[in-house]
């Protein structure tokens, strides 16, 4: 399962970020274009959304204290939300409205060689970036879908930064048609359009991060086939009559809560039920790494 592994690829996806960024503001400058200056603000803002997911990151490893027993994993999760808010106001809404103004007072182009150029030296390094990602992911998703697995990932950054980066390469084939369709038309409108695309594009990308932190912020469950392994592991020490619930919540993509409904034979000692929680707990713990706390309540009617 991808965790805090993901560092790298949030790294990889900043430094080529932080390039991209300077690079299209330099091109905006020289050109004029209102779909270069949306593309340099999109940079810009996951350059510092990646800076927020890594600080996320830090805090989520806090050792567990008295005001937060359960560990500071779900900060993780609040820092993906505080992103997909920027993703949103600050890539989307910049956006549409830089190019609601080119619409209205249409501008003229100039220099577009440096213009595609950087549109393509953009595209490369966002490609190296999107690639690292994948492979972070691939190697967690194990035989499902492409499109099931990021249902169902816990992993929030990786999945961040693979949604960005799907928004980017969009934005970049979008602003370079736009600036096309504004050099062979003779029409600058067309670099207006292209800017609001892209920030309708990054809208709906923010909307879905916004559903994802939103569900892993109240807490979803682990995958089921994790909770069947704990199911069987549990019932499979001597003394369980039955196994009632078990219940396993994601408190970060590396950090799951479980708490197990047994049902004890009556025959045995209290002692001996003692003894068996203990040895559950134990086993979970040994054969099941990303658990990191365990409860057995013992239970004749479930949790």
């Known amino acids: 399962m991808a965790g805090h ?16 960024a300077i ?21 810009l803002v996951d350059s510092t959304n990646h800076v927020l997911l890594l600080y ?23 820092w993906s939300f505080v992103v997909a808010m920027l993703v949103f106001t600050f890539g989307a809404g910049v956006s549409v409205y830089e190019g609601v103004l080119h619409i209205i007072e249409p501008e003229p182009t100039s220099d577009l060689r440096i213009a595609f150029i950087v549109l393509a030296v953009a595209g ?17 998703r194990g035989r499902k879908s492409m499109f099931r697995a990021l249902r169902d990932t816990k992993d929030a950054p990786t999945l961040i930064v693979l949604l960005e980066n799907a928004g980017a390469l969009a934005g970049l084939a979008i602003a370079a048609s736009g600036l096309a369709l504004a050099h062979y038309t003779g029409n600058p409108l067309w670099d207006g359009i ?43 020490h001597s003394g369980v009559v039955a196994v009632h619930d078990v219940l396993a919540v994601h408190q970060a993509p590396d950090m799951v809560v479980t ?7 009556d025959a045995i000692s209290a002692r001996a039920v003692e003894q ?8 979970v713990a040994a054969g099941f790494p990303v658990v990191t706390r365990v409860y057995v309540r013992p239970s004749g009617d479930g949790v």
């Open 124 to 140: 490369a390094l966002e490609g190296w970036s999107t690639w690292e990602a994948l492979r972070e992911f691939n190697g967690s």
């Open 23 to 43: 690079a299209k503001f330099v091109a905006a400058g020289i050109t004029g274009s209102s779909a270069m200056i949306t593309e340099g603000v999109h940079s």
């Open 56 to 78: 996320g990151s830090k805090r989520s490893r806090k050792v567990a204290d008295a005001v937060h027993p359960l560990g500071y994993g779900r900060e993780l999760y609040f």
């Open 194 to 236: 292209a800017s609001v695309l892209i920030g309708l594009v990054l809208g709906a990308i923010a909307v879905a991060l916004l559903i994802e932190a939103k569900g892993l912020l109240i807490g979803e469950s682990a995958d089921p086939a994790l909770i069947a392994a704990i199911r069987t592991c549990a019932e499979g």
């Open 5 to 20: 592994g993901s560092n790298r690829v949030i790294l990889t996806a900043l430094a080529a970020n932080v390039g991209i």
């Open 259 to 265: 708490v197990i409904s047994a049902d004890f034979d």
């Open 276 to 283: 068996t929680v203990r040895d559950i707990e134990n086993a």
